[in-house]
């Protein structure tokens, strides 16, 4: 029967995923409605998973339902317990899904909406689920292990060290990259600013509940969190209408930098129950709200795709990012496609709660593929908008100017033709004074979904408000992940340090906590700062640094899979790891390059600081900055990015001369050689 | 305590709801007390446990302490 049921379902599955393919590459000319992208995507998922994640169980891992999980080991009922395969694919999904997937497909789509989609599917299916269901495997056949001890353990002490330096590096990129996105998205607008203020006292509200009025009663102290957010959401348009408390909300994007590097600083320092905790729950809880009602919203009102297929951008002249087609869509959409991030989520508290050995089928690969229908769903509402407002919202203003008559005649000379009255109209429907280089992505996104949702739910008077709770709910689990990365940035620096001076390293010491805190948000405040007065709007430097050290990530995690791979004896099946980690080598390093190298200020980063520090030599004064003094610190930071990229590339060079090595060692050995916990009978009850 | 007081209600309804609960709370990581009382009667009976208090006092503090970044 159910033998019956897979001979006519599959097929079914593939003609209708073949059918929306169709659909969408058929129908140029004309616009073509959402929903074939996202079905196309669905069905490519299901057939992926059917089939692709169930030959690397069976053929490439063997998953073994006989071995004991690190969860049934040492089951404690508090960190290791053996969790239902369904729950725990919905908890692993929650840690994975942030603002990474909602960014870059939102960014790319300056390329229209077909290169982004292709990327995204075959990207998840052929690289991302493959190195999150691999990590994920390889975690739970060593005890849970991270994906530093890992890397320790199968290569080595030095590439460990090495690998650990990556991430930490990698982390401060992050941290830059998301506050600067919420600055971009905060800056000049006191509704979308008030609302994530006043998620601040509701946090402490929330934390002060759990803690000392009704200890441990989450669900409660959620459900007046969410009622108080939404009032605070409500109430925010009158606060932005006010002539006294309108202008004291409104801030411009440098006094926000400083005030997301203080609150980074001073929120990583207060005990974890008092807001970083209560905030992670509402940032779940609407993460995974929005997300499933932004997937109805696109099937109920069925929108049509405005942006084009392609469009002329890809030859790299876009205003959105710099760069061609090849290499940098494929760096700009990390996460969706494939993230190096997952490795060590995959390698976190999930190994620790994988019951049985099959169940990582759906939890690892099934659960990247989730992600990536999150990023198609991004794709898709920044698809829908007006291509003419994608690139007001999107290009800098040192491109489109800082009037709507001005942007407008631009984005037209493009081909995209739009009227300066659309553009302060769409400002007047989303509750904001003006749309124009709202960079960052996630405005986009949020004008999007209000368009979306508004058509679904309270029609165009409701589009401010769906506006701003988009906004929320981006900024909301961005200001978390801030204060979580610093905290695991210090913790990360404690234990560098506490090798060269043993006191920094004990995380007890409340001098040696500062220093670690402190450099932590040193750190990535510098480059928060620097994007946020960066002549091209800081996004197209940094998201690409952080694209280029993303992947460099994702490289060295499945150069890591490589290697179990090979150890494992499984050589015929290398191909599964090797062919995603050789396109990830090959687009990273080629961007890492161009990045560095290229002649094209607004793309290499040295001929950018050339030109400026040129200039500033010879006493002009190039826009924006407006002295010699930030000409030369613009010089200086786009030298500091170049060496920041350089790094990468080594780092990343040296991974694969140490994985080369290992493996060509083991391949000559006739037994396997991976340091798996050897394989033990089920037992009942353990200490 | 024993492990019957601790067992969900059996009745339909209830029961689902209990279940509900539980999916919810382990989806969204927050730290099921039930869940582990249940462990501690089942596997380590007689020895004390520790209240609901302290139970999410530590669950927090080892969830956001040194273990693990989250994702971008």
Not at chain 1, 295 to 305: D, E, H, K, S, W
């Amino acid at each position: 029967m159910n033998n019956l049921m897979s001979i006519a379902l599959w097929p079914l599955v593939a003609i209708v995923g073949a059918f929306s393919f169709a659909a969408l590459a058929l129908g140029r000319g004309e616009s073509v409605g959402a929903v074939w992208l996202v079905t196309a995507a669905v069905c490519t998922y299901f057939i992926a998973y059917r089939f692709y994640g169930k030959f690397i169980a069976d053929k490439v891992l063997r998953l073994d339902d006989t071995r004991v999980t690190p969860a049934e080991r040492h089951n404690d009922g508090m960190d290791y317990v053996p969790t239902n395969k369904y729950v725990l694919y919905g908890h692993h999904f929650a840690a994975i899904a942030g603002a990474g997937p909602l960014v870059g497909p939102v960014l790319a789509a300056q390329m229209g909406f077909l290169p982004g989609t292709l990327w995204i599917l075959v990207g998840v299916v052929l690289a991302g689920a493959v190195q999150d269901f691999i990590v994920l495997f390889a975690s739970v056949r060593r005890d849970g292990k991270s994906l530093g001890e890992m890397i320790k353990m199968e290569l080595g002490p030095i590439p460990g060290s090495i690998a650990m330096v990556g991430i930490l590096a990698i982390m401060i990129i992050i941290l830059a990259v998301l506050s600067l996105v919420v600055v971009k998205a905060l800056a000049d607008s006191p509704w979308g600013l008030f609302t994530i203020a006043a998620t601040i006292p509701i946090a402490l509200i929330m934390g002060v509940y759990m803690r000392f009025i009704r200890p441990g009663r989450v669900g409660e102290a959620s459900i007046i969190g969410v009622v108080l957010l939404m009032a605070a959401l409500l109430y925010g348009q009158s606060i932005a209408n006010d002539p006294v408390w309108g202008p004291a909300f409104t801030w411009h994007g440098t006094h926000l930098a400083w005030a997301i590097i203080i609150y980074g600083a001073i929120a990583s320092s207060l005990p974890v129950w008092l807001m970083l905790a209560p905030r992670d729950y509402l940032s779940t809880f609407l993460k995974i709200g929005t997300i499933v009602a932004l997937a109805f919203g696109i099937y109920y009102v069925a929108p049509q795709l405005a942006m084009p297929a392609t469009t002329r951008f890809i030859d790299g002249s876009g205003p959105v990012f710099s760069g061609a087609l090849f290499p940098f869509l494929f760096i700009t959409i990390a996460c969706g496609a494939v993230s190096g991030f997952h490795a060590l989520i995959s390698s976190g508290t999930t190994p620790k709660m994988v019951e049985k050995e099959s169940h990582m089928r759906l939890i690892g690969f099934g659960g990247m593929l989730t992600e990536s229908f999150v990023a198609i769903m991004a794709l898709t509402a920044a698809s829908v908008l007006d291509p003419g407002i994608y690139f007001a919202m999107n290009a800098p203003s040192a491109i489109i100017g800082t009037t709507a008559s001005n942007a407008a005649q631009v984005i037209s000379s493009w081909g995209f033709t739009i009227t300066p009255d659309v553009l302060t109209q769409t400002a007047k429907d989303i509750g904001e004074s003006s749309i124009l280089s709202r960079t960052g992505g996630a405005p986009t996104l949020a004008v999007g979904m209000a368009q979306i949702l508004g058509q679904a739910v309270g029609g165009k008077s409701m589009e401010a408000f769906w506006y701003h709770f988009a906004i929320l709910f981006e900024a909301l689990f961005i200001l978390t992940a801030v204060d979580a990365g610093t905290r695991v940035g210090r913790f990360m620096i404690q234990d560098m340090l506490g090798h060269l001076y043993k006191p920094m390293g004990n995380t007890e010491f409340l001098p040696a906590n500062i220093v670690g805190t402190g450099l932590c948000v040193v750190l990535w405040g510098y480059f928060l700062y620097q994007g946020v007065i960066d002549p091209l709007g800081g996004i197209n430097t940094l998201w690409q640094l952080f694209g280029v050290g993303n992947q460099m990530l994702a490289g060295i995690a499945l150069l890591l899979c490589t290697s179990v791979l090979v150890k494992m004896k499984r050589e015929r099946y290398v191909w599964v790891t090797l062919v995603p980690t050789v396109w990830l080598l090959i687009t990273t390093l080629t961007a890492g390059a161009q990045k560095i190298f290229s002649s094209d200020p607004r793309i290499g980063f040295v001929a950018l600081a050339r030109k400026f520090s040129t200039a500033a030599a010879e006493g002009k004064v190039l826009a924006p900055a407006k002295s010699i003094e930030e000409m030369q610190r613009v010089a200086f930071n786009n030298y500091l990015d170049a060496v920041v990229c350089g790094f990468f590339v080594l780092l990343v060079l040296a991974m694969c001369f140490y994985t080369f090595k290992i493996c060509r060692q083991a391949w000559r050995q006739a037994q396997p050689t991976a340091q798996e916990i050897p394989p033990m009978a089920p037992q009942g009850a353990m200490a | 305590m024993t492990a019957q007081t601790l067992a969900p209600p059996r009745n339909g309804l209830l029961s689902r709801v209990h279940n509900v609960r539980q999916v919810c709370r382990q989806v969204f990581g927050i730290p099921d007390y039930e869940a582990y009382l249940a462990h501690a009667a089942a596997r380590h009976p007689g020895l004390p446990v520790l209240s609901r208090r302290d139970f999410f006092a530590q669950a927090i503090d080892r969830k956001y302490g040194k273990n693990g970044p989250r994702c971008c």
